[in-house]
C-alpha cells in the first residue's frame, strides 16, 4: 500500500523517478522513447478540445518539447499512463502556484469509459498527498465534459465554481467547473483501492 512507504520529502530527481502502480495500471515520467505513443494518442480534436494546453494537430515535435520541459521542470510532476505495458494517456500535478496545485490527466479516445481516469487519478491523488504538504487540491473539467467531471467527483472533488478558460485547440475561452479536493475529504476515502509505489 502506498500509504505504508515512509516518505521522505522528494528531491525532483526522486519525483521524476517514481513508478506509481494500480491495480491495471503503471504510471511513470514520460521518457523521449515515448514522443510516437504520445503524439498518436493526444492527436484527437476530442481530447485537446478538452485539455487547455494541448494544441491539434498534435505532433511528434510537440511531444518531444513536452517530455523535455518536464524533465526540467520541478513545477509539475506528470506520469504516462500504461495499461499492459501500452501508453494510454497523462495525468499530472502543476504546482506552479502553490496555493493552487492542479490535478489534470487525458486519455487517448479508445481507452474512455473503462476507469482508467479514476484509477490514474486516484493514484496521483495519493502521491501528492503523501509527497507534498499541502492542504487542497485543484482541478477543473469544461462544462460541456460530463465524463471528466464524474472522474473528479468520483474522487471526492467537491465544485467550487464555474471559471473561464483559454483552451489552445480552440483558440478561445470556454466555461470551466472548478473543482477542489481538500487533505481531510481525501484522508477519509484514502481506502478506495490499493496503489503501490516504487522508485527506479
Known amino acids: 500500500m502506498l500509504q505504508d512507504i515512509p516518505i521522505q520529502t522528494p528531491t525532483l530527481r526522486q519525483t521524476s523517478s517514481c513508478v506509481l502502480e494500480t491495480e491495471r495500471l503503471t504510471l511513470r515520467r514520460p521518457t523521449l522513447a515515448d514522443v ?12 485537446a478540445e478538452n485539455t487547455r494546453r494541448l494544441p491539434h494537430p498534435y505532433l511528434q515535435d510537440h511531444a518531444v518539447e513536452f517530455v523535455r520541459a518536464k524533465a526540467a521542470d520541478s513545477s509539475e510532476t506528470v506520469f504516462l499512463i500504461e495499461h499492459n505495458y501500452s501508453p494510454i494517456g497523462m495525468v499530472g500535478i502543476d504546482r506552479t502556484d502553490p496555493e493552487a496545485p492542479e490535478l489534470g490527466y487525458w486519455l ?11 484509477e490514474a487519478a486516484r493514484a496521483v491523488i495519493d502521491f501528492f498527498f503523501e509527497e ?3 492542504e ?9 465534459n460530463p465524463a471528466s467531471r464524474n472522474i473528479l467527483e468520483k474522487c471526492g472533488f467537491q465544485w467550487s465554481g464555474v471559471e473561464l478558460h483559454r483552451f489552445e485547440a480552440l483558440g478561445s475561452s470556454t466555461p470551466v467547473d472548478r473543482f477542489r479536493l481538500t487533505r481531510s475529504v481525501w484522508a477519509s476515502l484514502k481506502n478506495w483501492g490499493s496503489s503501490t509505489r516504487r522508485e527506479r
Request: aromatic share 8%; net charge positive.
Open 36 to 47: 510516437k505513443a504520445i503524439a498518436r494518442l493526444a492527436n484527437d480534436r476530442r481530447i
Open 132 to 134: 507534498f504538504d499541502a
Open 108 to 118: 487517448g479516445v479508445a481507452h474512455w469509459g473503462q476507469g482508467f481516469g479514476t
Open 136 to 144: 487542497h487540491l485543484t482541478s477543473g473539467a469544461r462544462v460541456a
